[in-house]
């Protein structure tokens, strides 16, 4: 409530003013959040996980390791806020809501008892001082490439915005702190860099040999084999990235192993949509249907690697109108040279044309008739569905478990990308 009056506050306020003082505002913001709620982040071990992709996965993975192995957790991520049983749905379409939010769910999760809260920190968030007072005890730093560009001004200030989440685990009063980051990132040693009592790594070479499909991952542990439900090199990543740090907790690689093969993945994150067992048109549907969060080239890329021997309906279009203009047509090169079909849609247009976004997307493509635009996202789903034969792939990225497709004038849908797909999946069967 006090986030929401002070945003509406905020629109009064001269511009050129605002952002002169505007560091030192949100800073007092965050200060003003903890004190009201009694500094909660002292009295709980805080684990912040950041980095550019695979953040709300690794949470989810680690949160599975700490309740197999007893512990009661409170999970602040773009998927979702839980405290011990109770959760909830983010619907702020923002990884890292208003300081008073975050300190009220930490005042909640103490009181609660939680032993951990697993806290999903941004760039953006950092930029608004929402990660101080939370008193890391550990970071988990998983990669880093160019994103959110155009709002930060540069690469250098999108990566010194994820170092300060760093710098303030260095500066934490709390005891043994502990960094964990991907050795096979150029950047992890920047994030080692910072003075805490233990400095843990983690590479994909820690997993071989390993084997990738789009039915999970075979890979080795300890010279043990593990089998996990979720699939890519990407996910493999995730899981060690957890790993390391369930280990810094001194929990026993029995219950790792037992966290891991029980956990069967994460809403919106290489997400397959299939009918419920009971649902008739469950025995009809032939070819494999995937909801990813993936927005960048990259991370699409890696997707759509997962599925190289299977024929790939692709649905796409650029997340958020207005920024980041320059990934498009590296996204439209990605979806040529993997997709065999591809159907162009909205997707969180804003305030630009979508059918603007979807031109820059195009200029990364060149004449090709595997290109259809279709800009009503439900009815491009229904048409890559009509494309799909048995054995292919459709995969709709970019939304993951975003709750709403965001228009003009800050108006929105409600929306969900794996319900949509469910229920195109029935009237494809006329069921």
Not at 5 to 33: T, V
């Amino acid at each position: 409530m006090l986030d929401k009056i002070l945003r509406k506050i905020e629109k009064f306020i001269p511009r050129k003013l605002y952002r002169f003082f505007q560091p030192a505002y949100h800073f007092l913001l965050a200060l003003f959040g903890a004190l009201i709620y009694r500094f909660p982040g002292r009295k709980i071990f805080v684990l912040g996980v950041t980095g550019t992709k695979g953040k709300t996965s690794t949470i989810e993975i680690v949160n599975a390791i700490l309740e197999e192995a007893g512990y009661k957790t409170a999970i602040i991520s773009t998927l979702r806020f839980k405290i011990g049983k109770k959760e909830e749905r983010n619907l702020f379409k923002m990884t890292m809501p208003g300081r008073f939010f975050i300190q009220k769910t930490l005042r909640r999760a103490v009181r609660a008892k939680c032993d951990y809260a697993l806290v999903e920190m941004t760039s953006e968030g950092s930029r608004f001082s929402r990660h101080k007072f939370t008193y890391l005890n550990a970071l988990i730093f998983t990669n880093i490439s160019p994103e959110h560009i155009e709002s930060h001004g540069s690469f250098e200030n999108y990566l010194n915005a994820k170092l300060e989440i760093a710098k303030a685990l260095g500066s934490s009063p709390k005891e043994n702190r502990v960094v964990v980051a991907n050795r096979d990132d150029k950047y992890a040693d920047k994030f080692l860099d910072i003075k805490v009592e233990a400095k843990k790594t983690f590479s994909v070479a820690d997993a071989k040999p390993f084997t990738l499909s789009s039915n999970g991952t075979d890979f080795t542990l300890d010279g043990r084999a593990i089998h996990s439900k979720l699939s890519g090199e990407f996910n493999l990543y995730n899981i060690l990235a957890a790993v390391t740090f369930a280990r810094t907790q001194n929990i026993d690689s029995q219950t790792i192993v037992r966290a891991l093969e029980k956990f069967g993945g994460i809403r919106g994150r290489m997400e397959k949509i299939e009918l419920d067992p009971l649902d008739p048109a469950r025995g009809k549907q032939g070819f494999t249907v995937i909801v990813d969060y993936a927005h960048t080239a990259d991370s699409m890329e890696k997707v759509y690697q997962v599925f190289q021997n299977q024929k790939k309906i692709c649905v796409f279009g650029a997340t958020g109108g207005g920024r980041d203009k320059w990934k498009r047509p590296e996204m439209g090169r990605v979806a040529m040279r993997y997709c065999d079909h591809i159907i162009l849609t909205d997707d969180d247009s804003y305030d630009e044309d979508p059918k603007a976004i979807i031109g820059d997307i195009q200029k990364g493509m060149g004449e090709t008739s595997r290109v259809e635009v279709v800009v009503n996202r439900r009815l491009a789903i229904r048409e890559a569905f009509k494309h799909a034969k048995t054995g292919d792939a459709v995969i709709i990225t970019g939304k993951g478990t975003d709750p709403y497709l965001m228009g003009p004038n800050g108006t929105k849908i409600e929306w969900d990308d794996a319900t949509v797909a469910r229920e195109e999946l029935r009237n494809l069967y006329n069921i």
